[in-house]
Every structure is written in C-alpha cells, then in structure tokens.
Antibody, heavy 118, light 109 residues
C-alpha cells in the first residue's frame, strides 16, 4: 500500500525549533518531487515547500523562507522539514504530499500537529 | 505571485449539481487540480488532476473544466457524502511555487 506517515510534531515555545519527518512506504521516494503543506486551525491549505527528486531544486513559501529547511534522504525513503525561529502563526497541521509530473499532489500523509505557544 | 480565488461556500440540493469555481489570470493556460477535504482534520484527497482527469476511485459524478480565467469543479447528483471543503491548486511557473485557493465549503441540503 502506498503511504506517507509524518512524525515529529508537538508543542514548542516561540523561537524554538522542530524537525518533522515523513516516511514513505509502498513506493520509491526518489522518483518523486515531494512537498510540505500546512493547515492552521480552521484555515485553508497553505503550500510550504517543495524538493525535487535529487534535491537540486528547492522552493519555499515567503512565509517560511529563511526559517524552514526541506531535505530528503532517498536511501531512507524519507522527507524532512527543519523548522527554526518558530512563531505562533506557524501553529498548524503539517502534511507531506507526493507530487506527480503534472504538479498534482496525489498522495498525502495523515498530518502531524505543530503548536507554537509559551 | 499568482493568486487564485474561490467562493467561500456553495450550497446544493441533494441530487442536484454543484459548481465550484477557481478564478485566476489566464488560468486556462495552467493545469488546475482539485482536492476534497472532509471535516475532522482528514487529509485532502485528489479528485481532479490537470483540469478534468479523475484519479482511479473517484466517481464519475466529479468532473472539471478550465478555460479563460475560470476553472470549474462540477459535482453531479450531489450526495450527503460530498459535503466537504474543496481546494483548487496550480503551479506558478514564474516562481515554481505551488498555490492553493482559499477553499470552498460545499453543503448538501
């Protein structure tokens, strides 16, 4: 079964850091561009970051640029998001998503909750 | 940066047709994808890719079109189980960023 499972969420104080992980199963991560998408409580979906198959092309939303770092380890079939200088407005469920060649997100994880609060 | 706009909500009578729009400058030149997200924090699922293509397992009642400045997701013979938030998404070629619409809440009356 094709599946993505996120982990690493939790409660962190403003200014703190957190590292999210996304483990893929049922397919080879190295053949896909991968993304992080977040959803603040009661709000819509917000694209956060994408990383190409070989990590050669990486992009970020303006809201997280210079604070978040996306990375991947194809050998471990895993995707990561290092989040630094966290703010209250970063509080959200974070989803990882697989991207097709047409730039559609065809497989999503169940999400991991990140809460930034003192 | 590219922006897309969706209506906040759409209501449809049971068994009737719902149409959800996604507006953007010359959006007809872009590939538009649609996602359904049901209440309770469930993960979104892809219901239409590249304007009008249905992934396997998505009912034929879901269809899409895209022309000019508007893309449309159409839900025919609406069922209670279609109640959800629906998001359109495009790839902004000028920045390589992915862009989501703000979402449309569909209510089946």
């Amino acid at each position: 079964e094709v599946e993505l499972v996120e982990s690493g969420g939790g409660l962190v104080e403003p200014g703190g850091s957190l590292r999210l992980s996304c483990e893929a199963s049922g397919f080879s991560l190295e053949t896909y561009t991968m993304n992080w998408v977040r959803q603040a409580p009661g709000k819509g979906l917000e694209w956060v970051s994408s990383i190409s198959r070989s990590s050669s092309h990486i992009y970020y939303a303006e809201s997280v640029k210079d604070r978040f770092t996306i990375s991947r380890d194809n050998a471990k079939n895993s995707l990561y998001l290092q989040m630094n200088s966290l703010r209250a407005e970063d509080t959200a469920v974070f989803f990882c998503a697989r991207e097709t060649v047409q730039n559609a997100f065809d497989i999503w994880g169940q999400g991991t909750m990140v809460t930034v609060s003192s | 940066s590219y922006e897309v706009t969706q209506p906040l909500s759409v209501s449809v009578a049971l068994g009737q047709t719902a149409r959800i729009t996604c507006g953007g400058d010359n959006i007809g030149r872009k590939n538009v994808h649609w996602y359904q997200q049901k209440a309770g924090g469930q993960a979104p699922i892809l219901v239409i890719w590249r304007d009008s293509n249905r992934p396997s397992g998505i009912p034929e009642r879901f269809s899409g079109s895209n022309s000019g400045n508007t893309a449309t997701l159409t839900i025919s013979r609406a069922q209670a189980g279609d109640e959800a938030d629906y998001y359109c998404q495009v790839w902004d070629g000028s920045t390589a960023r992915r862009v989501f619409g703000s979402g449309t809440k569909v209510t089946v009356l």
